[in-house]
């Protein structure tokens, strides 16, 4: 660390010296950090505009869809029977009466306190169709049994039941059963014995013994479609939900019906106005953000310096703009996507007529669909293109940035070490001319004193 000695020879403030030199060196610096400053502010914005890019791009893929602009409005007559269209469903309007709905297939067994210990203690539970499963519970304990039965994977649950005390005052229980799906096809039975006994037909239905029952039979969900004409059809299912009535339409029931639901699909222009102008909103956002960030602003006053937006003269911006205003604005196939209500102005402001994209879409909706599903592609194909995280051409514009960046701050770094240097050397050259200084002036007092010494001399002989 150099030692200031402050002009205490010279009288001169040398730190006020050696800052004002060290300011003049410095500003080759000064422009190397502001110029870094500057790729800094321009790479977030280019990552920001990235970030905004890659949203537009699952955007437009979705509006891109066959039935984006298809969008539905489902309803029912009655609470009973609840419909759900997906978009691009079928319009439709039909009446259905429901016979009944699904039920789980339920026994419950005759109350015991002990099942008695087979060699081993085994049950076995067969469904329509299905492999027998052999179930042997750790004891012959009510729990244990329902555990085993419940975690046997046999498509059943089962608990135990209180019911009460026999004559001898031991507590007795009843296994209730239920099959974890509704429908005929889930129905089981419960056996007592292997898999063997039941083929053999020695195995007996729990179910049947002293004080079992079959609580609820498993059916399927039956409902008709115009219902009383010679058109009549019946359709079931093992659940209470209906999804091959109609191609993307749901049904389900809650109850039977004695007087027919009448269900409606309709066309639902209020949805997909929404949906079209919300794409075109993010594309116009998109560009209207760009062209801000492209704007310069002149000088209002004397002294002042123009103002470039921090796009200003970058080509990859330009052309991703001139891209994506293409996107929107070039014909489908011959077909202008004004004729839609979609149009871009001489500012390059992007914009739906909602009006008149609704009257289109009900003269035509097939045709709206197509013209707006191609231009969601184009405005998918410019986004993918110039944001993927490889090899998009905005991408690769902000890792050159990057790499600019990271140059600078190595001549940054450089500089910094430079000028440390060169502050060292100048304190030490003025210290030593302070020193040195310093010397000539003691020199200078003793010649002095000397001669005034010797002139004293003469006068006195």
Do not use: C
């Not at 103002?307 to 070039?330: E, H, I, K, P, Y």
Request: hydrophobic fraction near 45%; proline fraction near 3%.
């Amino acid at each position: 660390m150099a030692i200031s000695i402050g002009g205490l020879a010279s009288e001169l403030d040398t730190q006020k010296i050696i800052d004002a030199l060290m300011n003049v060196e410095r500003i080759p610096r000064t422009l190397l950090s502001a110029k870094s400053d500057d790729r800094k502010t321009v790479i977030a914005q280019l990552q920001s505009l990235n970030t905004s890019l890659q949203a537009l791009a699952t955007t437009a893929k979705d509006a891109a869809g066959p039935t984006a602009l298809l969008q539905r409005t489902a309803t029912s007559s009655d609470e009973a029977v609840r419909i759900r269209a997906t978009d691009g469903a079928p319009v439709l309007q039909t009446d259905v009466v429901v016979d009944r709905v699904a039920t789980a297939h339920s026994i419950v067994t005759g109350s015991f306190t002990t099942a008695a210990a087979g060699d081993p203690l085994v049950f076995t539970v067969v469904r329509p169709g299905g492999e027998p499963v052999e179930v042997r519970p750790a004891s012959g304990k009510a729990a244990d049994i329902a555990q085993a039965l419940t975690a046997a994977g046999a498509g059943v649950t089962a608990s135990a039941v209180s019911a009460g005390v026999d004559a001898e005052g031991r507590p007795q229980w009843r296994l209730q059963v239920t099959a974890t799906e509704t429908g005929a096809a889930a129905a089981f039975q419960v056996f007592r014995g292997d898999a063997a006994a039941v083929a053999a037909g020695t195995a007996t239905d729990v179910a049947t013994e002293p004080g079992g029952a079959t609580v609820t039979a498993g059916a399927d969900a039956q409902v008709r479609l115009w219902a009383g004409t010679a058109a009549e059809q019946t359709v079931t299912s093992a659940s209470n939900t209906f999804t091959q009535l109609f191609a993307g339409v749901e049904v389900t029931v809650s109850r039977a019906t004695t007087t027919p639901a009448t269900l409606s699909v309709a066309a639902d222009t209020t949805k997909s106005t929404a949906a079209a102008k919300a794409f075109v909103g993010a594309v116009g956002t998109l560009l209207a953000g760009i062209a801000r960030g492209s704007t310069a602003t002149a000088a209002s006053a004397p002294g002042e310096q123009t103002r470039l937006g921090v796009f200003t003269g970058d080509s990859t911006v330009r052309s991703l703009s001139q891209a994506m205003t293409a996107a929107v604005q070039l014909p489908i196939d011959g077909v202008s996507p004004a004729t839609a209500g979609i149009s871009v102005d001489r500012l390059g402001v992007v914009t739906l007529d909602e009006k008149a994209f609704t009257a289109a879409l009900a003269a035509d909706p097939v045709a709206v669909q197509e013209m707006f599903a191609g231009v969601a592609e184009r405005v998918q194909d410019v986004a993918e293109r110039y944001s993927d995280k490889y090899d998009g051409l905005l991408t690769s514009r902000i890792t050159g940035q990057e790499s600019e960046v990271r140059m600078l701050g190595e001549q940054l770094t450089r500089w910094d070490l430079r000028l440390e240097q060169r502050r060292a050397t100048l304190e030490r050259t003025y210290a030593s001319m302070e020193t040195m200084l310093s010397r000539l002036q003691s020199q200078s007092s003793y010649l002095e004193s000397q001669l005034s010494g010797l002139s004293g001399s003469g006068s006195s002989k």
